[in-house]
């Protein structure tokens, strides 16, 4: 920004809004479809906002996880979200399946490392922000790649 006289004054992003920013972005390319979904990713940004406690930072996670599990199960009209993958993978026309097999592989992942994403775990985990904001940018990028592919396709 221009102070006047060839000056310059920076302003720095807050490193923690960028999640935020990013949930943002894709809610308002979910919006038109998927309610639920868009739900679960308020519930994230809220998280996001208000993060006091490992426990924040995890429902950050699992609400995104959550959204990507009702997108899915939206599309193919499956109960499971092994079994929407499978679906899109047997269409044929959703990509390769190195990109549509991830959303899976996410889930199996964030499952695997922290077994206690969703609440009533007896096992006890930690994430740190930064695992956070990697997988709910990992979940998002996954998230936008289906929805814009359900766009072109027109299902």
């Known amino acids: 920004v221009d102070a006047g006289y060839g000056e310059y004054d920076w302003d720095m992003k807050d ?7 990013r949930i943002e972005e894709t809610k308002n390319e979910i919006k038109d479809y998927f309610q639920e979904a868009l739900e ?24 995104c996880l959550s959204a990507l599990e009702s997108v899915l199960k939206k599309i193919t ?29 996410i889930w199996d992942r964030i499952h695997a490392i922290y077994p206690d994403i969703r609440h009533g775990q007896q096992a006890k985990s930690d994430i740190s922000e930064d695992e956070a904001i990697f997988w709910v940018n ?13 766009k072109v396709l027109k299902k």
């Not at 499971?80 to 959303?103: N, R, S």
């Not at 979940?139 to 929805?147: A, E, G, P, R």
Request: proline share 4%; hydrophobic share 35%.
């Open 77 to 105: 009209s499956k109960n499971d979200i092994k079994d929407a993958i499978a679906h899109l993978k047997a269409e044929k026309v959703w990509g390769p399946d190195a990109i549509i097999k991830d959303g899976m592989s």
């Open 138 to 150: 990992r979940i998002l990028i996954y998230l936008n790649y289906i929805v814009k592919r359900k």
């Open 40 to 63: 679960h990713l308020q519930q994230a940004s809220e998280h996001f906002q208000e993060t006091h406690s490992d426990r924040d930072i995890k429902d950050a996670v699992r609400d």
């Open 15 to 21: 490193p923690n809004s960028a999640p935020i920013e």
